[in-house]
């Protein structure tokens, strides 16, 4: 109160406010927080985390994506470090738990720096100065991959796996993912582009990791709809129908009145007239698989199977897509359209049964822009870790055949990128060049962290790669599976450029976006205090509920 004036309350009741440095070293704190709970998960030798949702679901993983996108996170802060890791997740499918550990890494250094009175906004300045010269240092350091470089690819893939679950058929796997990408390239005015989309994952339980394969056109999760159809088909046209198979009901409240039985039986028969129609106008265009996407009769099934019509019901509209690149079929939506024209092409429709399930193989397209990974698992845990590390192996290899560039794994970049910082520095001058110096310091994390968990030493570790890189070999990193220091490029230890600069580009801009932040403000609830809660105005009590 000043000179006992009515205080002014500008805020609604319940709200909190946290404001200078104090709500800075609360975001921070946050922010570091998220970051220790990935910290493990980080390099081949880290450990996995157990997740366990209201609905008793478990997860078992070290995505750092995936970790982060499970757990419920209430902080604000906190929140932003999860967007890091969906963003680096979305642009490179690989390097999550790197970008979410270098942001809190970047916080703490930032924090070390406000306690010395530093600014924030000289701190931010220095970090974008920073990671500018780090983008740098990365572009020089980078090394081409040839589009037609089938094993340095493999070795990209291997290092995207050799930190999952999958890490024991890496070798395999790694070939798989490279078939299947290189299969669905495409040329557009000269430059590669990857659609993974074009690549369709089906996950089976049963059998162990290393019978997954890759299938050169789609499986479907469909068995045939009459056991009379054949089960095989060679040489196979297929009709790709999205239109229902059924006689259509009116759009609008109809009734049809029938007094007499003989009116009932030509009704009946003229129903299926127009379902025998159907499946005359299917074999008329040559087609001897039927494909569709919405329901087919039961009379128009026994027809199909006397026609010897393999088919398929309410098949995905993806997987429809995805037979109409791998085959070259045209999806129609009205079978007085469908000619021979229409038809896809495939060497073989075959029923196989898989586990507990029978799937349908369409294989030996001719040219299949679109292909099939069917992974498989002893369980369902393993088979959805596996996903995930194939997924980010996927990513990697399309990220580096679109760009066409890699840098060295291990930790290597991130040691040149410190020592670059470090002889920046001074030519900066200024309160900022505390700020490039604790950039270096932070970014040092990648290797330290890499060496804690696999148990080695850290401060050894840093010591010797660092007096590596001063003689000049830049692509020396932490080799985690010897436990000393090696040349990471010739350990066939890669990974695309993109994956690093992602990193840096979405940590800085995290860690300087919650550096700025000098008041929260939050709203209990959404709203104000709920009736009959404590407070109201000065000198009250808490209304009763129900007045007002």
């Known amino acids: 109160m000043m000179n006992g004036q009515q205080p002014i309350i500008i805020l609604k009741e319940g709200t909190k406010r946290e404001r200078g440095k104090g709500a800075q070293a609360n975001n921070i704190m946050a922010a570091r927080a998220i970051s220790d709970a990935v910290k493990s998960t980080l390099g081949p030798k880290g450990m996995d985390k157990m997740l366990v949702d209201s609905m008793g679901d478990v997860v078992i993983t070290n995505d750092g994506a995936t970790i982060l996108k499970e757990i419920d996170v209430e902080h604000p802060a906190a929140k932003m470090i999860v967007e890091v890791a969906k963003s680096q997740d979305e642009e490179c499918g690989d390097g999550t738990t790197s970008a979410v550990v270098l942001t809190g890494e970047l916080l703490k250094h930032a924090g070390d720096l406000l306690e010395q009175n530093i600014h924030p906004t000289v701190v931010c300045g220095g970090y974008k100065l920073a990671a500018d010269k780090a983008i740098e240092t990365l572009n020089k350091m980078s090394m081409t991959v040839k589009a037609d470089d089938k094993k340095t690819l493999i070795n990209i893939a291997i290092t995207s796996m050799a930190s999952k679950g999958a890490s024991g058929e890496k070798d395999k796997l790694a070939e798989v993912v490279v078939e299947a990408v290189t299969s669905v390239q495409e040329k557009i005015d000269g430059k590669i582009f990857v659609d993974l989309d074009n690549i369709q994952i089906q996950k089976k339980q049963g059998g162990g990791i290393a019978n997954t394969e890759i299938i050169e056109g789609i499986i479907l999760d469909?068995?045939?709809?009459?056991?009379?159809?054949?089960?095989?088909?060679?040489?196979?046209?297929?009709?790709?129908?999205?239109?229902?198979?059924?006689?259509?009901?009116?759009?609008?409240?109809?009734?049809?009145?029938?007094?007499?039985?003989?009116?009932?039986?030509?009704?009946?028969?003229?129903?299926?007239?127009?379902?025998?129609?159907?499946?005359?106008?299917?074999?008329?265009?040559?087609?001897?698989?039927?494909?569709?996407?919405?329901?087919?009769?039961?009379?128009?099934?026994?027809?199909?199977?006397?026609?010897?019509?393999?088919?398929?019901?309410?098949?995905?509209?993806?997987?429809?897509?995805?037979?109409?690149?791998?085959?070259?079929?045209?999806?129609?939506?009205?079978?007085?359209?469908?000619?021979?024209?229409?038809?896809?092409?495939?060497?073989?429709?075959?029923?196989?049964?898989?586990?507990?399930?029978?799937?349908?193989?369409?294989?030996?397209?001719?040219?299949?822009?679109?292909?099939?990974?069917?992974?498989?698992?002893?369980?369902?845990?393993?088979?959805?870790?596996?996903?995930?590390?194939?997924?980010?192996?996927?990513?990697?290899?399309?990220?580096?055949?679109?760009?066409?560039?890699?840098?060295?794994?291990?930790?290597?970049?991130?040691?040149?990128?410190?020592?670059?910082?470090?002889?920046?520095?001074?030519?900066?001058?200024?309160?900022?060049?505390?700020?490039?110096?604790?950039?270096?310091?932070?970014?040092?994390?990648?290797?330290?962290?890499?060496?804690?968990?696999?148990?080695?030493?850290?401060?050894?570790?840093?010591?010797?790669?660092?007096?590596?890189?001063?003689?000049?070999?830049?692509?020396?990193?932490?080799?985690?599976?010897?436990?000393?220091?090696?040349?990471?490029?010739?350990?066939?230890?890669?990974?695309?450029?993109?994956?690093?600069?992602?990193?840096?580009?979405?940590?800085?801009?995290?860690a300087t976006m919650i550096l700025r932040i000098d008041d929260v403000i939050a709203s209990r609830g959404g709203g104000g205090a709920p009736p009959g809660a404590e407070g109201g105005m000065p000198g009250m009590g808490g209304m009763p509920p129900g007045m007002m």
């Open 222 to 510: 469909k068995e045939r709809v009459h056991d009379g159809m054949p089960k095989n088909i060679k040489h196979a046209k297929i009709a790709l129908v999205n239109a229902a198979l059924e006689v259509k009901k009116t759009e609008v409240d109809a009734r049809i009145q029938i007094q007499d039985p003989a009116q009932l039986q030509a009704f009946l028969d003229e129903e299926e007239g127009m379902l025998k129609k159907m499946v005359e106008k299917i074999k008329k265009s040559g087609a001897n698989v039927l494909i569709c996407q919405k329901g087919i009769d039961d009379i128009v099934q026994h027809f199909l199977a006397k026609e010897g019509i393999y088919s398929v019901r309410r098949a995905k509209k993806s997987d429809l897509e995805k037979l109409s690149k791998a085959t070259g079929g045209k999806i129609v939506a009205n079978l007085d359209g469908l000619t021979s024209k229409d038809l896809g092409n495939a060497g073989s429709v075959e029923e196989k049964k898989i586990g507990d399930d029978k799937m349908t193989f369409v294989t030996n397209c001719k040219n299949p822009k679109a292909v099939s990974i069917l992974i498989r698992g002893t369980t369902d845990h393993v088979v959805d870790e596996l996903e995930r590390a194939l997924h980010d192996a996927l990513s990697v290899v399309k990220v580096a055949l679109e760009d066409g560039k890699m840098t060295a794994g291990g930790g290597a970049a991130a040691i040149e990128i410190a020592m670059s910082l470090r002889d920046y520095a001074p030519t900066v001058g200024g309160r900022e060049q505390m700020a490039i110096e604790a950039f270096a310091k932070a970014i040092e994390i990648i290797p330290k962290t890499l060496a804690e968990n696999a148990g080695l030493d850290p401060i050894d570790m840093m010591l010797e790669v660092r007096s590596q890189h001063k003689k000049g070999n830049k692509h020396a990193g932490v080799n985690v599976l010897d436990g000393k220091v090696d040349d990471m490029f010739k350990n066939k230890v890669i990974e695309p450029l993109r994956v690093s600069l992602q990193e840096i580009e979405a940590s800085s801009e995290a």
